[in-house]
Structures are given as structure tokens and as C-alpha cells.
């Protein structure tokens, strides 16, 4: 069985964020997809299914973390479409069915691909107490994002604040910080970091689904409807988003960097330590 890794949302391999890929007939056992997403240990593995029997769908689609698997997940979204496009399967759009209804992927001419996805429907908040000692910086506004997105989107004073960041990780569940770029000219407009310890993700590299709301708080502010957003991880990426409406298109590039042979097949025993 083939699966790639892809590092998805950068235009260079070791950056952006790596995603696994495995595409299959139908699906297997469950403590299977569990075990090789934590086998894998990135922040998601993707696997996908073809649909040949839906009329709005191309293939299923599920992410898994090496612990949970999530409702929303854009970056090995883009790892699963670039896999696609690379092998030929579809030269246009692919329709995804997912646990957050139907996304959709189109490339472009240039190598892109762009993502619809739902966009984040954003509540504010008081400040919850705690929060401020837990990211070691003080909020200027609290939203919720959504289940499937984060428990909080927090805007913090300025980019030099969310890359300096050195958070009490374990006093945090899942928490999206964002602040304009302090340079105009730096090619992006939002600098962004996401902490995701509640699904065994300390810190995503570039997390595609959280700028479905970073995107729409910033459109509000700005009265802009396309901005380009800046995740200040180690490895970093970057994120073009296109703001329409209840859908929030999210633009990158990707890089397959490994594709091989997955030799624990689904018929092969799972340890006994999955749950």
C-alpha cells in the first residue's frame, strides 16, 4: 500500500506542514487508520476513499491526529489533492466528503491549489481567566471559533508578541493567536501561531482550518476580502484567503517529500494499546 508525506502550505520541502497520504478502496478497521496515524506521528494523516456512489462527492475524506481524529483539517486536505492531481486522477475540481459536509479543491495554472472550505462562525468572549498566565501575553480579544476549528481564536497586541510566544502548553487545549503583520511590506498581512495540545498537537506548523477564522476576523477589521496570513511555527507557511460569504477559500502550494510502500497492511494485528 503507497503512502506519501507532504508538506503542505510551503513551496519547499521541510517546511510548511507535513501531512501523511493513503489512498484506499474501501475502509478498513478502525484501530488500523488509528494505528498508522500514530505510526505516522504527524500532526494528521489523510486517508481518502472513493465515492462511486455519490452523485456530490468524489471520495471520502478523514483526518487523523496520532491521538483524535479531527472535524476539519486543511492542510492534508491540500496534501490529499495534490497527491491526487499528481497522479493524474482528476485535472479539475475533487469533492471531499468530510465530517464538516462537502469541501472541494480546484488547482490552478500555477501550481496552487485552492481549497473551499465552511467558514468559522466567530463569537466573542470574555477573557477567560487563566488564559492570559497559560500564553504568557495578554489578549486584546477572545472569539470562539467553532468546535471543529479551536476553543479560542485570541488576538494578541502585534506579530512580534505571537512570535515570541512561550506558552504553558499544558495549561492550554486548542488556541489559534493572531496579530496584523508589523511590516507592510512582508508579504503577508497576519501572523498567526496555533497551540493544539488537546489532540497531541503542541504546536501545528500551518494550520489551513484555523484560517477559515482567521481570515473572516481580519476581512472585519481590514474590509478587505482577500488577505495572505503568516503561521510563525519553526517551520512556518503561508496561507492565501478569499473571503465569500459562509464559504472562506483557502489558497497553497505543497511538496511530496517521501513516497513509499506502507508494509502493515489492514488485515495485519493492531497492538493492543490503541484505544
Do not use: K
Not at 489523510?46 to 483524535?68: C, M, Q, S
Not at 472550505?117 to 467553532?146: C, M, N, Q
Not at 495540545?197 to 476580502?225: M, N, Q
Amino acid at each position: 500500500m503507497r503512502i506519501r508525506i507532504v508538506d503542505a502550505f510551503t513551496d519547499r520541502p521541510f517546511s510548511g506542514n507535513p501531512a501523511g497520504v493513503v489512498l484506499l478502496d474501501s475502509w478498513p478497521q478502525e484501530d488500523w487508520l488509528r494505528a498508522v496515524a500514530a505510526e505516522v506521528n504527524l500532526s494528521e494523516t489523510a486517508f481518502a476513499v472513493p465515492t462511486p456512489g455519490r452523485n456530490d462527492a468524489d471520495y471520502a475524506l478523514r483526518w487523523l491526529t496520532p491521538t483524535a481524529e479531527v472535524d476539519l483539517c486543511g492542510h492534508a486536505t491540500l496534501a490529499t489533492a495534490h497527491v491526487l492531481y499528481g497522479d493524474g486522477v482528476a485535472p479539475g475540481l475533487l469533492r471531499f466528503a468530510t465530517r464538516s459536509g462537502i469541501v472541494t479543491t480546484r488547482p490552478d495554472t500555477e501550481g496552487a491549489i485552492t481549497l473551499d472550505f465552511p467558514t468559522a462562525p466567530l463569537t466573542p468572549l470574555d477573557i477567560p481567566p487563566g488564559l492570559a498566565e497559560a500564553l504568557g501575553a495578554r489578549p486584546v480579544s477572545v472569539h470562539s471559533p467553532g468546535p471543529a476549528i479551536a476553543e479560542f481564536l485570541v488576538e494578541l497586541a502585534d506579530e512580534r508578541t505571537v512570535a515570541g510566544l512561550t506558552p504553558d502548553i499544558g495549561r492550554l487545549g486548542q488556541v489559534i493567536v493572531t496579530a496584523p503583520a508589523d511590516d507592510p511590506g512582508s508579504g503577508y498581512d497576519i501572523a498567526s501561531r496555533c497551540f493544539f495540545p488537546a489532540v497531541g498537537i503542541p504546536e501545528d506548523p500551518v494550520t489551513g482550518s484555523a484560517h477559515t477564522a482567521i481570515g473572516p476576523f481580519w476581512a472585519r477589521r481590514t474590509g478587505r476580502t482577500r488577505l495572505t496570513g503568516r503561521q510563525l511555527s519553526a517551520r512556518g507557511g503561508t496561507v492565501r484567503m478569499e473571503m465569500a460569504g459562509d464559504r472562506t477559500l483557502l489558497t497553497g502550494t505543497a511538496v511530496t517529500v517521501m513516497d513509499g510502500a506502507l508494509l502493515a497492511g489492514p488485515g495485519q494485528a493492531v497492538g493492543s494499546q490503541l484505544t
